[in-house]
């Protein structure tokens, strides 16, 4: 069974602070992503990675950044945190290749005040 | 541009009774969709897709590329079936696009 974990399910953080939220991802999957969920607006992406030390952006990247330094590990970063980043992030692995669909970590439900 | 079109953002029906989640998308390349699910405090998990014409939890989705639709249906809805119902559009390596999802309720 695959297992994707995020550090942590509920941040509080102020405007301004620097958020670090981590992924880890046990199945050795190539790719990795993250997105942000919003009501009424779906699950947006953020960023992807589909090898260490590689990244790309994805529909709504401004703002963050993330790291990949290790397959298992996806970090997302938020340089300076600002209210309009109040949000669930979820992250997400797969393989590289195949219709085998994405699996989801249990989600970080993210404040900014 | 892809687009993935979910028109209902709320669909109430009574158990027993058949359900339609409607997607529509738009992609110039060979689709491939999914359907996720996320149930109340649980994490998002794919439900079904395409390729694999399979049933999960008596729900089935037909891919029509004339239409460009790939509906999510179930003949009689069960309590456990509320949740939020995301359609998902893969493009590239995996990348998914996805619609703005339907939270569905079976009233008892």
């Known amino acids: 069974d695959v297992k994707v974990t995020q550090s942590s399910r509920y941040l509080v953080k102020r405007t301004g602070e620097k958020v670090f939220l981590e992924c880890v991802q046990d199945?050795?999957?190539?790719?990795m992503f993250w997105y942000r969920q919003d009501p009424g607006l779906g699950l947006r992406l953020i960023y992807f990675?589909?090898?260490?030390?590689?990244?790309e952006k994805g529909d709504i990247p401004e703002g963050y950044s993330v790291s990949r330094e290790k397959k298992e590990r996806f970090s997302l970063i938020l340089e300076s945190a600002s209210t309009n980043q109040t949000s669930m992030y979820l992250c997400?692995?797969?393989?590289?290749?195949?219709?085998?669909?994405?699996?989801f970590g249990p989600g970080t439900r993210l404040t900014v005040t | 541009a892809q687009r993935v079109t979910q028109p209902e953002k709320l669909l109430s029906v009574f158990k027993g009774a058949p359900v339609e989640l409607k997607c529509n998308y738009s992609?110039?390349?060979?689709?491939?969709l999914f359907w996720y699910v996320q149930y109340s405090r649980q994490r998002l998990q794919l439900l079904l897709r395409?390729?694999s014409r399979e049933s999960i939890k008596g729900f089935t989705a037909d891919l029509n590329k004339g239409e460009t639709s790939f509906h999510l249906k179930k003949p009689f809805a069960q309590e456990e079936d509320s949740a939020m119902y995301y359609c998902?559009?893969?493009?590239?390596?995996?990348?998914?696009?996805f619609g703005t999802g339907t939270r569905l309720t079976v009233i008892p």
């Open positions: 395409h390729i």
């Open positions: 199945m050795d999957h190539e790719n």
């Open positions: 997400a692995s797969s393989l590289v290749t195949g219709s085998g669909g994405q699996y």
């Open positions: 998902a559009l893969q493009t590239g390596a995996n990348n998914l696009f």
């Open positions: 992609y110039s390349g060979s689709p491939e």
């Open positions: 990675s589909y090898d260490v030390k590689m990244k």
